[in-house]
């Protein structure tokens, strides 16, 4: 049976590895014609991986060439396929060994061993792995032996193998690693991807390396091998580059956008017609390439608006043909880029909701959380994507993790949508409280909040549990056992912003809280946060601050803090760097204003300064919001009042004649 499926699979790839294949429907077995197909049938069913044989390939290639320079290519092209020496040996174990894993399902070494579900599996279990210990030691120690004649393509595919057979050895990959681009090696696209997905998925953990193999010090040793031959590598090795790349925690902004460069370029290239340094490999954009490059850059937050177009163009055509996984990742990708109507992706949402729902029964719960939060994202309340997952809704609720039905109850919320399991889903909600995570109890709060009626009760309920969270967020962090994803800066900000915009300002506690927790994350906040971040810390400040009586309680110290935030929120605009969104000026104005904030006088009319060119594009409302928030600060720059008056009386003219009606 492995060697039909390995077959069917390697035909269906007839432009690849068999170019004269006959054209039969699809599903249908490609029979090897020729002998040369034969032959390469013979090397490769049941002895290499499927996801390897292209780097198996690549290091017959490789060794060819390389004996093409002291005899003739027959003679090479023999003596690379029927020479036997140690690294044949070692590749070829391990390669049968990961085969005969995963055509049996099972741990590598019992290839023809039936299993018996005895009350001797435990012990099948051992020998199990006592082989699989057995031969690893001995591949090694073969390792060891040949690791001079080792090229980079064979030390490529040996750390393939080990991350296939779960082996780590941080010594030995790291050494492995640095021989694939060590001075005279020669390029080999997948030996690179191989060493570089040994570090992100491998290494980049490890306590065990010593200083001069550190993962980053890797890293670097291999990333300027990569940028260097990155046109050499093929679209589909691109796809796989940009998914390892997205998977890691280093810096690799700079290697994202200069493949996102060499694709657009390159695409640039073809349009045009000159497309000579394309090979038909590279045109060809499948379902894995779209889904790697789009979601691995969107994952990075790599949104180049001409890059994501440009895999719209592909996605359109073909994405009848994707599988559910696939099509609710690029939901999930496009989804970073804001409203529909304002990035132009509407049309491919809803092809995207139409092919979704064709494929309604293969929707896991993870699915329907991500195609629902992703829709809430982009403001497209999809009424038949939607009423698909609520019927689905009553048969899954009972499997829904916490996180899962926060995600879908918020998106159900954001999009107004109005659920037939709507009380089922809150019942799932809040019925036990106590299990859910800062996030997923934040995002039901958010969904709560937007919601037509709230009462004491439920709102007290949620206040106390949260005011339980960061009680044991300080005794955590007393035994020094906090982890830095309990409480994200994103989260701190949308439970004050719901807090306030709902007005549950009743629990000082809780409040002083979450500003000491924000006042120690202030300059991670970017952009429409701030703006956000300022409107809640005003309301709170200007609330608290009209009732305390300065005695040194809660309320005073809440007022305090409040005052320190907004404080350093103005050191913020002032800087001439900072990245504050047009209309995010307007709301920053107005919560100062309201507040009568009068520290912030000096930084709003540096910020409005800022974005005097653009005061062209407000309203005749939002002018008049800077016009009455500058006068209640006290602002004294009569050539920035001149200018705004000016502007609201010509936006004020124009509205007139607009709204005049015709005699």
């Not at 044949?88 to 391990?94: A, G, I, M, P, R």
């Not at 599996?121 to 030691?137: A, G, L, P, V, Y």
């Not at 997923?440 to 009462?455: P, R, V």
Request: aromatic share 8%; charged share 25%.
């Amino acid at each position: 049976m492995a060697r039909t499926c390995h077959t069917a699979t390697l035909y269906n790839l007839r432009g690849r590895y068999f170019s004269n294949a006959p054209n039969l429907p699809f599903g249908e077995i490609y029979h090897p014609r020729q002998t040369k197909e034969k032959a390469l049938q013979a090397q490769i069913v049941d002895k290499i991986p499927f996801d390897m044989v292209d780097a198996w390939l690549e290091r017959n290639e490789i060794a060819v060439n390389t004996k093409l320079e002291y005899m003739p290519q027959q003679f090479a092209e023999a003596r690379v396929k029927y020479a036997s020496n140690p690294v044949d040996f070692v590749l070829s174990s391990l390669l049968r060994h990961c085969t005969q894993s995963i055509s049996e399902g099972a741990s590598p070494g019992v290839c023809n061993r039936k299993r018996r579900k005895t009350n001797n599996s435990r012990q099948s279990d051992f020998c199990d792995k006592t082989e699989k210990k057995r031969f690893i030691d001995g591949a090694v120690d073969k390792i060891a032996e040949c690791f001079s004649e080792l090229n980079g393509a064979e030390c490529g595919i040996i750390l393939k193998c080990f991350v296939k057979l779960g082996y780590k050895n941080p010594q030995l990959q790291a050494r492995l690693i640095r021989k694939t681009v060590e001075r005279g090696q020669i390029f080999t696209e997948y030996g690179l991807l191989s060493a570089l997905n040994t570090i992100v998925d491998c290494l980049h953990d490890s306590s065990s390396l010593d200083d001069v193999d550190t993962p980053q010090r890797l890293f670097d040793s291999v990333s300027p091998a990569i940028l260097k031959n990155l046109r050499k590598f093929s679209l589909k090795s691109l796809s796989i580059l940009v998914n390892i790349l997205s998977r890691s925690k280093f810096n690799v902004s700079r290697y994202l956008n200069e493949i996102c460069n060499l694709i657009l370029s390159e695409n640039l290239s073809l349009k045009q017609g000159d497309d000579s340094n394309l090979t038909s490999e590279k045109k060809e954009w499948s379902e894995n390439v779209v889904h790697f490059i789009a979601n691995g850059f969107s994952r990075k937050n790599i949104l180049n608006k001409k890059l994501f177009d440009f895999l719209e163009e592909h996605i359109k055509p073909s994405c009848h043909n994707y599988n559910v996984d696939t099509l609710v990742s690029l939901c999930n990708a496009y989804s970073k880029f804001g409203p529909a109507n304002d990035s132009g992706y509407l049309e491919l949402y809803c092809l995207l909701a139409k092919k979704i729902i064709a494929r309604k029964n293969e929707l896991t719960n993870r699915h329907i959380c991500v195609v629902a939060n992703a829709f809430s994202k982009v403001l497209v309340c999809h009424e038949h994507l939607l009423s698909v997952i609520d019927r689905i809704l009553p048969i899954r609720v009972d499997s829904l993790d916490h996180r899962q039905a926060s995600m879908i109850i918020h998106a159900f919320g954001r999009l107004k949508y109005k659920s037939d399991n709507h009380v089922l889903l809150w019942n799932k909600c809040t019925r036990m409280l106590e299990g859910h995570s800062w996030q997923s109890l934040t995002m039901i709060f958010q969904a709560y909040t937007k919601g037509e009626q709230l009462d004491d009760v439920t709102s007290r309920t949620f206040c106390q549990r949260f005011y339980q969270l960061f009680l044991s967020l300080d005794e955590s962090k007393s035994s020094g056992t906090t982890k830095a994803e309990n409480l994200q800066p994103i989260t701190l900000l949308s439970l004050v912003y719901s807090l306030v915009k709902s007005r549950i300002l009743f629990h000082t506690e809780l409040l002083l809280m979450i500003a000491n927790e924000c006042i120690k994350c202030l300059n991670i906040y970017k952009g429409d946060e701030i703006a956000n971040l300022t409107y809640a810390f005003s309301k709170i400040y200007s609330k608290y601050n009209a009732t305390c009586d300065k005695s040194g309680n809660s309320d005073s110290q809440l007022v305090e803090i409040s005052h320190k935030i907004l404080l350093n929120i103005c050191k913020i605009l002032d800087d001439p760097r900072a990245d504050i969104p047009t209309f995010s000026v307007v709301k920053i104005a107005k919560a100062f204003g309201d507040s009568s904030f009068i520290p912030a006088v000096s930084s709003i009319i540096n910020l409005v300064r800022r974005n005097i060119l653009l005061l062209e594009t407000f309203s005749y409302s939002h002018i008049t919001i800077l016009i009455n928030s500058l006068s209640t600060l006290g602002a004294h720059d009569a050539d920035l009042l001149t200018i705004l008056q000016s502007i609201k009386h010509r936006k004020g003219t124009k509205t007139k004649i607009k709204n005049t009606p015709e005699i």
